[in-house]
């Protein structure tokens, strides 16, 4: 099936690199092409790719982890904190992402009386903007984790930051990784429209290239490339966690309670008192 699928996007790739060369000889006979000029800025527009990956980096990686306590504020039973949670996630899912990044770059700095650079704003935007995808995502994995495993927890007298960090955070952690991989590729995307606020990412460098040697159609085509062969990997990766996990299921829920159960009797002062249960014994509570 993998060769299959790898076959496909081979052909894919091969009829895409067809029709563009057949766009280059047929549609545009009158236009002289000159790929000298995109290998001559090609080190400029890598330049501004790092930029773009440095953003991508530092948002991605504090979205995901703000994702967390979004998720479990979303499932709180408390109602205000609930409703404020679904109205946080709902405002950054439901308005576009350059009207975020515009109004953070020009309104928060009036809104808060302080001046944060274009770099800064562009990143805390794309940050919250992410923590509310992975706080919806976070919640589904958390959800479908299986009853047993929470109830086995919970009879095992874990508190319940002991249970989000032993049990439910890694279960859910691993079964929306893929999840969170197409949402790092997506927001690697968007960064692209951070070129608005004046930053110097790959498509700023780009249009400036573009404009200077008056070759858009080689530099742009160039950009598109570049987005292209950084974030067609992370997509397979992603489609092989998936075909992964769904072989294996859930196979450390059981190793997660076992460790939280240890820890519990350690917090709880029991090692002095009695010896740990055998790790048999740990587990052998919710694995049906």
Not at 76 to 94: C, F, K, Q
Not at 100 to 122: D, K
Not at 160 to 189: C, M, T
Not at 271 to 279: E, I, M, N, R, Y
Request: hydrophobic share 50%; charged share 15%.
């Amino acid at each position: 099936m993998s060769v299959k699928r790898n076959g496909t996007w081979i052909a894919l790739l091969v009829a895409g690199g067809g029709l563009l060369l057949a766009g280059c000889n047929g549609g545009a006979a009158s236009y002289h092409w000159d790929w000298g000029v995109a290998v001559k800025f090609l080190p400029y527009l890598l330049r501004g790719l790092e930029l773009s990956l440095a953003i991508t980096v530092i948002s991605g990686a504090c979205g995901v982890l703000l994702g967390v306590p979004v998720a479990v504020g979303r499932m709180s039973r408390v109602w205000p904190v609930r409703m404020l949670t679904t109205g946080y996630i709902e405002a950054w899912r439901g308005t576009p992402v350059l009207v975020q990044l515009v109004w953070f770059y020009y309104a928060f700095p009036v809104l808060v009386g302080i001046s944060m650079s274009a770099v800064v704003a562009a990143t805390l935007a794309l940050t919250l903007n992410m923590s509310a995808f992975a706080g919806e995502a976070f919640r589904a994995g958390i959800q479908a984790l299986s009853r047993e495993q929470l109830e086995s927890a919970e009879v095992l007298g874990l508190r319940r930051v002991q249970r989000l960090r032993y049990v439910i955070v890694p279960q859910a952690f691993r079964n929306v990784l893929p999840v969170l991989i197409s949402l790092v590729v997506s927001l690697f995307k968007d960064t692209s429209l951070v070129s608005t606020l004046g930053i110097a990412d790959l498509m700023y460098n780009g249009n400036n290239a573009a404009t200077l040697t008056y070759r858009p159609l080689e530099i742009l085509t160039t950009v598109a490339v570049i987005y292209f062969l950084v974030a067609f990997p992370f997509t397979l990766l992603m489609r092989r966690l998936e075909v992964r996990l769904r072989r294996h299921l859930n196979p450390i829920g059981v190793a997660s309670v076992a460790a939280a159960q240890r820890t519990s009797w350690l917090r709880r002062g029991r090692s002095s008192a009695s010896p740990l249960p055998p790790v048999g014994e740990e587990t052998s509570v919710g694995t049906e």
